[in-house]
């Protein structure tokens, strides 16, 4: 197959050709959630255009193997490994186990999910499963003179590489405003940018969950566990590796610094990140303002794939202002393309050349870097295209695999009120086929089978009563 899709790398700071490393095949791994909370609509953003980026890739003809990650252990409250776990936070909050945290909050997510259409990722493994895992990585980095312990601690040494910077592409000072959700110096460290791979001394003493291993019982850093979770799943070299901007600069530095230490080589080609979702504040988060989740716009009435379309009329690459004002005009807009689309006489012969002409055209808006806007205005051009029901029907069911905004699913729902009246009127019919014979008016009765037959229904009389089935 031809390579086509155009995308922006983070790492070369430009919109480039992707080219998988294997032909028609993409490695593609996301960094999951922190299951300490619910996940807001700003990180749904995140997964909602990753879900694009993914089914886009399906959609042109690539292979997909997505992995995801859940963070269960070792994300403190600030990225800069400083602060309290954020799991062992949740736990204190809610008077439970961290586990126990672990499986509502991941459940949670997919339940969010799905509400939003998000495609659940190929594999999908919590950082606590891979402790063997990101020890083996640990003592290799010991070993390669990349890592170092200090004060019961083992670090990463930044200062044995020369390109740390690499993805963010900022000087050191620029990028440790704004991570560190409270500055807190840690002297062990080399360098002011080193970063924890195991902690086995903390001052929260509380840890909930430790493993045993050749530094003491501890556990592991957050960057560590992306690295070897990808590794496990997707081998030596990636293709794609996603998550939203405020994962550049420390997470996606560390992991790229980490994993080629321990590889030896160039380890992914295509960094995407997702711009955040704002609120009129500023960036959102879970600790600021109202706290917008998924169940909370269902609450307030909304259908969830409403804010679908929301992130998907705006670029993945910019910030996004989420305010109930253009959610509301969302809801009209998608109302009336839901109503556009129903009222399509959706039997007929479809268009072979102008469905690959409009299908071409949607392929084309996507592989412009993700553009989800330009791509939903291919379905208006198409509504307004002189083309038949049909061909117009079968594009819209097409792209919506991409787009996820249920367009054609109000008809199924009115297929199956259509089932229900005909089941309605069979049970009527079999009810006045039972009076009729009753009567002796048997002409009646068999002019009832007839017309029952006539719809496609056989009915058939048994000792349990009459039984019926769509032929
Ligand atoms: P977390 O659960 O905190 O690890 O974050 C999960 C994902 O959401 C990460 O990829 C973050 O980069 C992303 N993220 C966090 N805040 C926002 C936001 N306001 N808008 C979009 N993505 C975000
Ligand atoms: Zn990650």
């Known amino acids: 197959m031809e390579d086509k899709f155009m995308m922006y790398n983070t790492l070369s700071k430009r919109v480039e050709k992707f080219v998988p490393n294997e032909a028609g095949k993409v490695g593609m791994y996301t960094c999951g959630p922190t299951v300490y909370h619910f996940a807001h609509i700003g990180n749904l953003r995140s997964y909602l255009m990753e879900d694009i980026l993914e089914k886009t890739l399906r959609y042109i003809g690539y292979d997909v193997k997505r992995v995801m990650n859940i963070t269960d252990v070792g994300h403190l409250s ?18 439970k186990t961290v586990m126990e945290i672990a499986q509502f909050y991941t459940d949670a997510f997919f339940s969010d999910c799905k509400k939003l259409n998000i495609k659940r990722p190929d594999v999908v493994e919590p950082a606590t499963n891979c402790i063997p895992e990101f020890i083996h990585m640990i003592e290799e980095l010991l070993k390669k003179g990349y890592a170092y312990q200090s004060g019961e601690n083992i670090y990463f040494d930044t200062s044995k590489l020369k390109e740390y910077y690499v993805l963010s592409g900022h000087n050191e000072d620029a990028l440790l ?28 003493e509380d840890q909930a969950l430790k493993w045993d291993s050749p530094w003491g019982v501890g556990y592991p850093g957050w960057h560590i566990e992306c690295s ?61 303002g109202e706290f917008l989740t998924v169940s ?70 996507l592989c412009n870097d993700l553009n989800s806007s330009l791509a939903i205005t291919v379905i208006y051009d198409l509504l307004k295209a002189d083309i038949s029901d049909a061909t117009k ?39 006045e086929r039972k009076e009729a014979k009753k009567a002796k008016d048997f002409a009646k009765a068999d002019a009832i089978r007839a017309e029952l037959l006539d719809k496609g229904v056989s009915i058939k009389d048994t000792r349990e009563g009459v039984v019926w089935e769509l032929i």
């Open 228 to 288: 070897c979770i990808s590794m496990k799943h997707l081998g030596d070299y990636m293709d794609i590796h996603c998550g939203g901007v405020d994962n550049i600069f420390p997470h996606h530095t560390n992991e790229i610094a980490q994993s080629e230490a321990y590889l030896g080589h160039k380890w992914v080609n295509y960094w995407m990140h997702v711009h955040h979702l704002n609120d009129k504040s500023g960036k959102m988060s879970k600790s600021k």
């Open 296 to 365: 909370l716009l269902e609450e307030k009435g909304y259908n969830p794939i409403v804010y679908r379309l929301f992130c998907l009329q705006s670029h993945y690459r910019k910030p996004l202002e989420f305010s109930y004002e253009v959610l509301d005009q969302m809801v009209a807009t998608y109302d009336k393309l839901k109503k556009r689309i129903a009222n399509l006489k959706k039997d007929g012969e479809v268009d072979q050349a102008a469905f690959a002409q409009f299908r071409s055209a949607f392929e084309a808006a």
């Open 78 to 95: 600030s990225d800069a490994d400083t602060g309290e776990d954020k799991m062992v936070k949740g736990a204190k909050r809610e008077h």
């Open 177 to 204: 405003e704004g991570v560190r959700d409270d500055v807190d110096v840690d002297d062990n460290k080399k360098n002011k940018n080193d970063f924890v791979l195991w902690f086995t001394k903390s001052k929260f």
């Open 393 to 431: 029907y079968a594009l819209i069911g097409s792209f919506d695999y991409v787009l996820g905004l249920d367009l054609t699913k109000e008809e199924e729902a009115q297929e199956n009120a259509v089932d229900s009246e005909l089941e309605a009127f069979i049970l009527a019919k079999i009810e």
